[in-house]
């Protein structure tokens, strides 16, 4: 399962992180956010050793969310080396999310 992350372990476990990671910012009322956990958990097993996915919960963690002009749930962040590389918005299909991962790997 994603590890939860919030504004005090963010730069330790995302802008730090030796492999890139895909953050996940999402709410618990969110219908699209929860039709997305079975493909993050697909991910987290297929990747499990290249890539660290975390979830940030926009009602926890607002300024967060904020600082990185996240407007919606649920919107993926991809990072690699602490630096932002690419972000979707909305409910994904697995294939789409492969392809950052792949390009950012």
Do not use: W
Not at 86 to 105: A, D, Y
């Amino acid at each position: 399962m994603a590890l939860r992350v919030n504004e005090d372990n963010f730069n330790k476990e995302v802008l730090e992180a030796e492999v890139p990671v895909l953050v996940e910012f999402y709410s618990d009322s969110c219908v699209p956010c929860k039709q997305m956990s079975p493909i993050l958990g697909d991910l987290e097993e297929e990747y499990e050793d290249k890539l660290k996915i975390v979830k940030i919960n926009v009602n926890f963690d607002l300024q967060l969310a904020e600082a990185h002009m996240v407007m919606g749930s649920p919107t993926f962040l991809f990072f690699k080396n602490g630096e932002e590389k690419n972000r979707l918005r909305g409910i994904t299909k697995k294939p789409e999310l492969i392809e950052i991962i792949n390009s950012i790997l």
